[in-house]
């Protein structure tokens, strides 16, 4: 495995986690589209219930 | 007290999503009355089946009520529902009243809203609309109840509108 050069280990420890931000903002697109989805889709299409 | 700006992204993410949820739930639980049901009223369990009952095997299922609406009437108990097939038009309020008359049973109708316990002693209410036809859908119990529980159905019709 290659390694780390001190560069990049203080790019990766300062530096801004894009990732994981990248993953936050998939994470809640995919879990609102999908609540969305079987609310509006799937839930109200079966008639309303009270 | 410090809190990682990673972690306030997370914080205002987990509070972003529960805000949309609760907010489309509410919306269309004011706007649009759609809810879970929920009735409390009494009945007793004994007497269900006597003349005069609500229950009573004569004012069993179906009914058109002046509105053009629908109430239907059902009794749940070891090991059917009574009675066993019924035919609702679709697009059209259909107001279900269940009673138990031994346990606690369930009920639930794949592929629609209308899913809710049938507890023993409370008449269970559920107002629903059926958006399409269908034909034999069965109607299970869905709380288990006994041996016979696995064999406990009736069947529901959803018929065109001007059919029925």
Same mark, same amino acid.
């Given at each position: ?6 560069e990049?280990?203080e790019?990766?420890l300062?530096?801004k986690?894009?990732?994981t931000?990248a993953?936050?903002l998939?994470? !809640? ?8 989805y !079987?609310y ?7 008639g309303p219930v009270? | 007290? &410090?809190v990682?700006?990673?972690e306030?992204?997370?914080l205002?993410?987990s ?5 949309v ?7 269309f639980?004011?706007?649009? @009355?759609?809810?879970p049901?929920s @009735?409390v009223e009494?009945? @007793? ?5 006597l003349e005069g ?12 009520m002046?509105d053009?609406s629908?109430e239907v009437r059902?009794v749940?108990?070891r090991?059917?529902?009574y009675?066993q097939k019924? $035919?609702?038009?679709? @697009?059209t309020p259909?107001k279900f ?7 606690l &049973?369930?009920?639930?109708v ?12 409370y ?8 958006? $399409?036809?269908?034909?034999d ?6 709380e288990y109840?006994?041996?016979? &529980?696995? &064999?406990m159905?009736s069947?529901?019709?959803v018929?065109a509108?001007?059919?029925?």
């Amino acid at each position: 495995m290659q390694k780390v050069t001190s560069e990049e280990e203080e790019k990766i420890l300062h530096g801004k986690p894009v990732g994981t931000f990248a993953l936050l903002l998939a994470f !809640m697109a995919l879990f609102v589209g999908g609540w969305l989805y !079987m609310y509006f889709f799937m839930f109200l299409e079966h008639g309303p219930v009270s | 007290m &410090h809190v990682d700006q990673t972690e306030k992204k997370w914080l205002y993410i987990s509070l972003f999503v529960t805000a949309v949820m609760i907010g489309v739930l509410t919306l269309f639980a004011v706007g649009s @009355n759609i809810h879970p049901p929920s @009735n409390v009223e009494t009945i @007793n369990s004994d007497t269900l089946h006597l003349e005069g009952s609500e229950f009573a095997e004569d004012n069993l299922g179906v009914k058109k009520m002046p509105d053009g609406s629908y109430e239907v009437r059902m009794v749940a108990a070891r090991y059917g529902f009574y009675p066993q097939k019924i $035919k609702v038009p679709a @697009n059209t309020p259909v107001k279900f009243r269940f009673a138990s008359a031994d346990v606690l &049973h369930g009920i639930h109708v794949p592929f629609t809203n209308l899913s809710t316990m049938v507890v023993p002693g409370y008449v269970s209410e559920v107002n629903t609309e059926f958006p $399409k036809e269908s034909v034999d859908t069965p109607m299970f119990c869905n709380e288990y109840c006994g041996l016979g &529980h696995d &064999h406990m159905w009736s069947k529901l019709t959803v018929v065109a509108k001007e059919a029925k």
